[in-house]
């Protein structure tokens, strides 16, 4: 495995890579590496013949800067648990390198998809993403990308502008990976105390209860209220937003019967905020 850290190197290790019928894949991190992250190495490995995965805290796509400033960071354990996923080379370019000078973002407009849920919580961090997948996706021109379930939105905008500026790059979607008490595996799950980690378990929690309680023939409506009153009761939980949309169009479902339905939840623990998903029908989803 190789560590590369700026895009003139990677260009010409992967320009050694490139030949006919040869897929490079790409896992793009934010490090602080785990299982989670594991899973999309391991399909990328299947799939791929060269997998590229770049360790980036992208400043651009941070709303809020004490979220930034304590993002956590492990970069001797990142590479080892690369390494041992089969990883043929970790990109882990400066903020200069990559933006090519001062970090620079467009505004982008892909609708509910860049506006709603992530995109109404934290202004801007949608440009931000896309931004640094575009530079990425340029940087490596891999045939194929990894992303988790994990970040629903994020995939959905990323499809998105693949459908738009990357035609020939296939998206491949990694099912989300969760912790054995069920909190899904986050890099900011390290940043939870004991108490909150606790405390926490009550957004997976919630969803399966909004799953079991549509699978019982509860309303969509009456799932979500009842789930909705119980969180207001949790100590330590600050609800954000909790839904049940489309996974695809991100719009509203009332009904079970049209889209992928998912429920989405977004919730403050201990000062860390953290994201859920899960279909709302286990027999229907988008991987
Ligand atoms: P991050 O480093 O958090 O930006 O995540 C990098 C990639 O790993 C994204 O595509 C995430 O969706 C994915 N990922 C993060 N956590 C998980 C998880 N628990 N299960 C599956 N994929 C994940």
Same mark, same amino acid.
């Given at each position: 495995m190789e560590v590369i850290l700026a895009s003139k190197e990677l260009n010409v290790k992967l320009d050694g890579f490139r030949g006919n019928g040869i897929r490079i894949g790409l896992i793009p991190t934010m490090g602080a590496l785990h299982d989670g992250h594991a899973s999309l190495m391991h399909e990328a490995k299947k799939r791929c013949d060269h997998v590229v995965l770049s360790i980036f805290i992208n400043?651009?796509?941070? *709303? /809020?800067s004490a979220d930034f400033d304590n993002y956590p960071s492990s970069h001797e354990a990142d590479l080892a648990l690369s390494e041992s996923c089969g990883v043929d080379v970790v990109f882990m370019p400066s903020v200069s390198d990559l933006y090519q000078g001062e970090p620079r973002v467009d505004r982008v407009n892909y609708g509910l998809l860049t506006n709603g849920f992530e995109g109404g919580a934290r202004p801007g961090h949608f440009d931000g993403v896309v931004a640094v997948v575009r530079r990425l996706f340029a940087a490596v021109k891999p045939e194929m990308a990894f992303f988790g379930e994990k970040d629903l939105q994020q995939l959905a905008v990323v499809r998105k502008l693949t459908e738009n500026e990357f035609t020939d790059l296939q998206v491949i979607a990694c099912p989300l990976i969760r912790d054995v008490d069920g909190l899904a595996l986050s890099s @900011? *799950?390290? @940043?939870?105390g004991g108490k909150a980690r606790a405390q926490a378990l009550a957004i997976p929690r919630s969803i399966k209860q909004i799953q079991s309680a549509v699978l019982g023939r509860l309303s969509i409506n009456q799932a979500l209220n009842q789930a909705k009153i119980e969180l207001e009761l949790q100590e330590g939980v600050k609800l954000e937003y909790i839904d049940v949309i /489309?996974?695809? !169009?991100f719009e509203t479902c009332r !009904?079970?019967?049209?889209?992928?339905?998912y429920v989405l939840i977004a919730a403050e623990v201990g000062g860390v905020r953290l994201i859920d998903n899960i279909p709302l029908d286990p027999n229907r989803r988008l991987t």
């Open positions: 400043p651009t796509q941070f *709303n /809020d @900011r *799950n390290a @940043r939870l /489309d996974g695809k !169009s !009904s079970g019967d049209h889209g992928v339905p």
